[in-house]
C-alpha cells in the first residue's frame, strides 16, 4: 500500500488524514472486498491509497497498477476520442449519424434521418433507460456488435425524439463504430488505443482482447452471499472483447486513472503531444456543456446544494456547495467506479472497487467531495452517508410503494398449467428464448445469454423466472397472452419482478412470439 503526503487542509488535520478515515470508514461498514482511492489537486498526485485483494481470500494485495473495470466512465474515453476526430478535421458534432454509418437504423424513419453524432451522447434519444442493455449483459453471452448495432432498429421509442434524458448505453456503442468508421480505422478499439492511451502515457489500460497472464494485477468481481465477499464472473485465461467497449468495457489502473483527469484538470501541462494539448480549448468545453438536463433529485439538493443538473457529453454536471462538479459512477457486474472533477478548485478524485454496492461508492464519493467542497462540514463523513441512505431505503420499505413484492410462495410451475405455453419464441432484437420441459420442471432459456437461464416458478396466478446464475439479481416476471387473431401464435412478454431493479434489466423492451415448438 502507498500513501501519498496531502496538503494541509484549513483546520490543523492532514486532508491525508481525513481521507484515510473516510477510506477506512467505507471498508469497514461495507466490507469491501478491494479498493483503489486517488486524488489529484494542482496537477499533482497527492494521495494514493489501496486496501484489500483482487480476489477474496486470494492473498494478492489490490495495488496502483491493478486493473479494474471502469465500466460507464469509458463513456468519457470514447467522447474524448470522438472530440479528437473533430479537432483533425474528420465529422462534426451535427453530422447526421448516417453520414459515416450509412446502414444504421433506428425504429423510427424520420430518427433514422435526423439523429446526429451528438445525439448518441446525450441519452436524448426517445428510447426508455437502458434499452437493448439485455444484448450487453449479463456477460459473457453471444450477442456481436453488429448484433446490437442492427438491434437498434427494433427498439421502439417511448419518448419523443430530443424530449427528455433517459440513460442509454446502445447507443455509444453505435458512437464507437462511427468513430472508427469516421477515422477509416481497423476498429473502435484499435483507434482507442493509438488516439488516447499511446499519447496520453495510459500504459495499463486495456480493451479488445488479451491474455490475463500476459497482463496479470487484476481485480475480480464481487457480489455479497451470506455476508461473505464472493467472486463471480471471473476472467479465464483469455479475456474476450465485448460488444459494449465503447459504452462500458474499458479496464484501467488507478495509476492509469489519475493520468487520465490529470490531463483533464491541466490540459495545457499534462497529456501534451508535440508540446500542444490533447484536445482543444473548444471541444473541451463542448465535452463539459449541457447538453441534456437530468432530473434534480433530493439528494443532490440535499448533499450536494445543486441547483441544476445535466449531461455533457459522456460526463454529468451539476453544482455543488458552488462549485461545478463534473464527474460519473460506472457499475458492472461485481465492479464499480467513480471520476470526479472539481474543476475550479483544480481537485479530482477517482474511486475503484472491486465489490461493496453502489451505496458503498456513493457513501465514500460523497464523503471525499466533501473534504474539498466543504471541508468545514466536517460530520459529513462516509458514516452520514451511509446512515442516510440506509434511512431512506427504510423509508421506502414502510412505505411500500417501490418494495419488491413477496414471492416467498413459489413453487415449481406444473407442466400440465404450462403446456398451452411451451414451445420456442422469438423476439425481434433479442432472438429466441425457448420455454420447455427439461424433466420435471419448465424451463426459460436465452439462446444467446446463456445466463439467462432460470426454472419457470408460479407465484399465485403469475408466474416467474427464477435464474440459476446468483449474480443475476433482477427476476422477470413471465406473461403469455393468445394473439388477438386466432391463427396467430402466442405471445410472451417480460418484467422485472422488482420495480427498483438495474434497469439494464430491460425486460419490459422484449416482445416474443413465439415461432416453434421445444426441440
Same mark, same amino acid.
Request: with cysteine; glycine share 8%.
Given at each position: 500500500?502507498?500513501?501519498?503526503?496531502?496538503?494541509?487542509?484549513?483546520?490543523?488535520?492532514?486532508?491525508?488524514?481525513?481521507?484515510?478515515?473516510?477510506?477506512?470508514? =467505507?471498508?469497514?461498514?461495507?466490507?469491501?472486498?478491494?479498493?483503489?482511492?486517488?486524488?489529484?489537486?494542482?496537477?499533482?498526485?497527492?494521495?494514493?491509497?489501496?486496501?484489500?485483494?483482487?480476489?477474496?481470500?486470494?492473498?494478492?494485495?489490490?495495488?496502483?497498477?491493478?486493473?479494474?473495470?471502469?465500466?460507464?466512465?469509458?463513456?468519457?474515453?470514447?467522447?474524448?476520442?470522438?472530440?479528437?476526430?473533430?479537432?483533425? *478535421?474528420? +465529422? =462534426?458534432?451535427?453530422?447526421?449519424?448516417?453520414? @459515416?454509418?450509412?446502414?444504421?437504423?433506428?425504429?423510427?424513419?424520420?430518427?433514422?434521418?435526423?439523429? !446526429?453524432?451528438?445525439?448518441?451522447?446525450? @441519452?436524448?434519444?426517445?428510447?426508455?433507460?437502458?434499452?437493448?442493455?439485455?444484448?450487453?449483459?449479463?456477460?459473457?453471452?453471444?450477442?456481436?456488435?453488429?448484433?446490437?448495432?442492427?438491434?437498434? %432498429?427494433?427498439?421502439?421509442?417511448?419518448?419523443?425524439?430530443?424530449?427528455?434524458?433517459?440513460?442509454?448505453?446502445?447507443?455509444?456503442?453505435? =458512437?464507437?463504430?462511427?468513430?472508427?468508421?469516421?477515422? *477509416?480505422?481497423?476498429?473502435?478499439?484499435?483507434?482507442?488505443?493509438? #488516439?488516447?492511451?499511446?499519447?496520453?502515457?495510459?500504459?495499463?489500460?486495456?480493451?479488445?482482447?488479451?491474455?490475463?497472464?500476459?497482463?496479470?494485477?487484476? %481485480?475480480?468481481?464481487?457480489?455479497?452471499?451470506?455476508?461473505?465477499?464472493?467472486?463471480?464472473?471471473?476472467?479465464?485465461?483469455?479475456?474476450?472483447?465485448?460488444?459494449?467497449?465503447?459504452?462500458?468495457?474499458?479496464?484501467?489502473?488507478?495509476?492509469?486513472?489519475?493520468?487520465?483527469?490529470?490531463?483533464? +484538470? !491541466?490540459?495545457?501541462?499534462?497529456?501534451?503531444?508535440?508540446?500542444?494539448?490533447?484536445?482543444?480549448?473548444?471541444?473541451? #468545453?463542448?465535452?463539459?456543456?449541457?447538453?441534456?438536463?437530468?432530473?434534480?433529485?433530493?439528494?443532490?439538493?440535499?448533499?450536494?446544494?445543486?441547483?441544476?443538473?445535466?449531461?455533457?457529453?459522456?460526463?454529468?454536471?451539476?453544482?455543488?456547495? *458552488?462549485?461545478?462538479?463534473?464527474?460519473?459512477?460506472?457499475?458492472?457486474?461485481?465492479?464499480?467506479?467513480?471520476?470526479?472533477?472539481?474543476? #475550479?478548485?483544480?481537485?479530482?478524485?477517482?474511486?475503484?472497487?472491486?465489490?461493496?454496492?453502489?451505496?458503498?461508492?456513493?457513501?465514500?464519493?460523497?464523503?471525499?467531495?466533501?473534504?474539498?467542497?466543504?471541508?468545514?462540514?466536517?460530520?459529513?463523513?462516509?458514516?452520514?452517508?451511509?446512515?442516510?441512505?440506509?434511512?431512506?431505503?427504510? =423509508?421506502?420499505?414502510?412505505?411500500?410503494?417501490?418494495?419488491?413484492?413477496?414471492?416467498?410462495?413459489?413453487?415449481?410451475?406444473?407442466?400440465?398449467?404450462?403446456?398451452?405455453?411451451?414451445?420456442?419464441?422469438?423476439?425481434?432484437?433479442?432472438?429466441?428464448?425457448?420455454?420447455?420441459?427439461?424433466?420435471?420442471?419448465?424451463?426459460?432459456?436465452?439462446?444467446?445469454?446463456?445466463?439467462?437461464?432460470?426454472?419457470?416458478?408460479?407465484?399465485?396466478?403469475?408466474?416467474?423466472?427464477?435464474?440459476?446464475?446468483?449474480?443475476?439479481?433482477?427476476?422477470?416476471?413471465?406473461?403469455?397472452?393468445?394473439?388477438?387473431?386466432?391463427?396467430?401464435?402466442?405471445?410472451?412478454?417480460?418484467?422485472?419482478?422488482?420495480?427498483?431493479?438495474?434497469?439494464?434489466?430491460?425486460?419490459?423492451?422484449?416482445?416474443?412470439?413465439?415461432?416453434?415448438?421445444?426441440?
Amino acid at each position: 500500500m502507498h500513501v501519498a503526503v496531502a496538503r494541509e487542509p484549513s483546520g490543523g488535520e492532514t486532508r491525508q488524514a481525513a481521507i484515510d478515515a473516510e477510506v477506512d470508514a =467505507a471498508v469497514a461498514r461495507f466490507e469491501l472486498p478491494g479498493l483503489a482511492v486517488g486524488v489529484v489537486e494542482d496537477g499533482e498526485v497527492t494521495y494514493v491509497r489501496t486496501a484489500g485483494e483482487l480476489r477474496a481470500g486470494g492473498g494478492e494485495p489490490v495495488t496502483p497498477a491493478t486493473l479494474f473495470k471502469i465500466a460507464s466512465n469509458s463513456k468519457a474515453m470514447t467522447t474524448a476520442l470522438l472530440a479528437r476526430l473533430v479537432d483533425q *478535421g474528420k +465529422l =462534426a458534432w451535427d453530422d447526421p449519424v448516417i453520414r @459515416h454509418l450509412p446502414d444504421f437504423r433506428m425504429h423510427d424513419p424520420w430518427v433514422t434521418r435526423e439523429i !446526429q453524432v451528438r445525439d448518441l451522447l446525450i @441519452h436524448n434519444s426517445g428510447l426508455g433507460a437502458g434499452a437493448g442493455d439485455l444484448m450487453l449483459w449479463p456477460e459473457p453471452n453471444l450477442f456481436t456488435r453488429e448484433d446490437v448495432i442492427a438491434g437498434m %432498429a427494433h427498439l421502439k421509442p417511448i419518448y419523443s425524439f430530443r424530449s427528455r434524458y433517459a440513460y442509454d448505453n446502445t447507443l455509444y456503442i453505435v =458512437a464507437g463504430e462511427l468513430a472508427a468508421a469516421a477515422a *477509416g480505422a481497423e476498429s473502435y478499439e484499435a483507434l482507442l488505443r493509438s #488516439e488516447l492511451f499511446e499519447p496520453l502515457g495510459l500504459e495499463r489500460c486495456r480493451v479488445g482482447e488479451w491474455r490475463r497472464d500476459e497482463v496479470g494485477d487484476m %481485480a475480480q468481481p464481487h457480489i455479497r452471499i451470506d455476508g461473505r465477499n464472493v467472486p463471480v464472473r471471473e476472467d479465464g485465461e483469455m479475456v474476450a472483447a465485448v460488444p459494449m467497449a465503447a459504452a462500458g468495457g474499458i479496464r484501467c489502473s488507478l495509476d492509469d486513472m489519475l493520468r487520465w483527469i490529470t490531463m483533464w +484538470l !491541466q490540459p495545457e501541462r499534462s497529456g501534451l503531444v508535440d508540446g500542444a494539448p490533447w484536445l482543444s480549448r473548444e471541444q473541451r #468545453e463542448a465535452l463539459w456543456t449541457a447538453h441534456t438536463p437530468m432530473p434534480l433529485g433530493r439528494r443532490l439538493r440535499e448533499w450536494d446544494g445543486a441547483h441544476f443538473h445535466a449531461y455533457g457529453y459522456g460526463w454529468r454536471l451539476n453544482d455543488a456547495d *458552488g462549485r461545478l462538479k463534473v464527474s460519473h459512477t460506472g457499475t458492472l457486474s461485481g465492479m464499480y467506479s467513480a471520476v470526479t472533477l472539481l474543476p #475550479e478548485l483544480g481537485v479530482g478524485f477517482v474511486v475503484l472497487m472491486n465489490g461493496g454496492g453502489s451505496n458503498a461508492r456513493s457513501a465514500l464519493v460523497q464523503a471525499l467531495s466533501k473534504r474539498f467542497t466543504a471541508p468545514e462540514a466536517a460530520d459529513r463523513t462516509v458514516d452520514y452517508y451511509a446512515d442516510a441512505i440506509a434511512a431512506d431505503a427504510a =423509508a421506502d420499505r414502510k412505505d411500500g410503494s417501490t418494495s419488491a413484492p413477496d414471492t416467498s410462495s413459489r413453487q415449481a410451475a406444473s407442466i400440465d398449467s404450462m403446456t398451452p405455453w411451451l414451445g420456442v419464441y422469438r423476439d425481434p432484437w433479442f432472438g429466441e428464448a425457448s420455454v420447455c420441459r427439461r424433466g420435471d420442471a419448465v424451463r426459460f432459456a436465452a439462446a444467446r445469454s446463456p445466463m439467462l437461464s432460470g426454472t419457470v416458478m408460479r407465484v399465485g396466478e403469475r408466474l416467474l423466472v427464477d435464474w440459476d446464475e446468483v449474480s443475476v439479481d433482477a427476476e422477470a416476471w413471465l406473461t403469455f397472452a393468445d394473439a388477438d387473431d386466432a391463427n396467430a401464435p402466442p405471445t410472451l412478454t417480460m418484467a422485472k419482478v422488482d420495480p427498483q431493479a438495474d434497469f439494464s434489466y430491460d425486460y419490459e423492451d422484449l416482445a416474443f412470439v413465439r415461432v416453434g415448438d421445444c426441440p
